[in-house]
């Protein structure tokens, strides 16, 4: 049992909890239109959030299931390019104290 810090959150993908800090973080930018899905910069107060593991595979499934779709309640647009982009970065950054 080790306790993490911060809030949980699950992947919307593959139902995994985990901290928030191990998942990546999207919302809807309502601002662009038509609003679409796309990665959430840290810190950034942005409503309600989409979390996936930093994992493709999970963007596939999120997509498969509507999960994104469900967190958002409403029909959004995704470009699956630009959340792989996302994911991608979120990965390249250096990974800082996950607790093993
Ligand atoms: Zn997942």
Known sequence: MNKSDGPERMCIGCGRRAAQGELVRFFLDEESSPPGVVRSSPGARTGRGAYLCADGGCLDLALRSKGFSRTFRRPVD???NS?????EEANRKPREKIGR
């Open 78 to 80: 995704i470009e699956r």
């Open 83 to 87: 959340l792989l982009d996302g994911l």
